[in-house]
């Protein structure tokens, strides 16, 4: 509900959809379909969704917890409040994409390789 209402004072409903649990090739094809990651959490063990959106080569905008921060590389974009949320979700829309074409053709990969991490294969 916290989400929800963050998204709806912010008026970007249609900018943003929360997901429920998935099965595999839904995970996937959100991941590769998506613009980009958002992974609010105050607490993660491991920080799976991140390693996941990195796997699939999107930006990430994320809350800055060690689980998330421990992943940092140039597609991670961390932010700790409201202010720091809108400059870097600005700085994710600004940054250039690496090649779209590539991306697509890593699809596969990326299944195979959560397949491989979830013992689905």
């Not at 250039?96 to 990326?110: N, T």
Request: proline share 1%.
């Amino acid at each position: 509900e916290r989400v929800k209402k963050i998204i709806d004072d912010h008026r970007v409903q249609s900018e943003i959809e929360v997901i429920p649990f998935l099965d595999l090739d839904d995970v996937v094809s959100l991941y590769c379909n998506s613009t980009f990651i958002w992974a609010h959490s105050k607490y993660e063990g491991y920080g799976r969704a991140v390693a996941e959106a990195k796997l699939s080569h999107k930006k990430i905008l994320c809350t800055q917890i060690s689980a998330f921060m421990e992943q940092k590389d140039e597609n991670v974009y961390l932010y700790t409040n409201q202010n720091d949320f809108h400059i870097q979700y600005k700085a994710v829309l600004a940054s250039k994409y690496k090649d779209i074409h590539g991306q697509l053709i890593e699809h596969e990969i990326f299944k195979s390789q959560l397949e491989f991490l979830y013992g689905k294969k």
